[in-house]
């Protein structure tokens, strides 16, 4: 695996672990953040494999499964654009006050489960290309 791969990777992963790390401290608006942050770096390893240039500096997943030529089914679809709302929406005070009350324990815990089954399945697909 080549070093621009294997940097993506490796950063996807640390992301997933803060993920969980703020998962299990109960910081749970970072949680989002964080789930949408290893996505977007995995994101960023497929579109770097498809055009062997390192991926643009956009954070919308969507666009950037679009970039790295992943076919995605509605629900993969919808997540992905659900998550990319809280890169944006958690880093500014207006939109904080209302996340903070919408991010309790059980709807981060559903978005962590489900922020790692994608993140699996992009990982083995990835893996399966090179």
């Known amino acids: 695996m080549n070093e621009d791969l294997q940097y993506w990777l490796d950063i996807a992963e ?9 998962l299990d401290s109960g910081r749970y608006l970072y949680v989002l953040f964080m ?3 290893a996505i977007e770096k995995l994101l960023k390893a497929h579109v770097t494999y ?3 240039q390192f991926p643009p500096r956009l954070h919308n997943l969507l666009r950037l499964a679009e970039l790295a030529q992943l076919d995605l089914n509605d629900n993969t679809k919808s997540f992905l654009e659900k998550l990319s709302y809280y890169y944006l929406e ?3 005070p207006e939109d904080r006050k209302s996340m903070v009350k919408e991010a309790t324990k059980q709807v ?8 790692v089954e994608v993140y699996q399945w ?3 697909k990835l893996i399966l290309k090179t």
């Open 90 to 92: 958690c880093r500014y």
């Open 108 to 115: 981060t815990e559903k978005y962590y489960q489900h922020t």
């Open 50 to 52: 498809v055009t062997s």
């Open 122 to 124: 992009l990982k083995e």
């Open 35 to 37: 789930c949408q942050q």
């Open 14 to 22: 640390y992301d997933l672990g803060t993920a969980k790390a703020m």
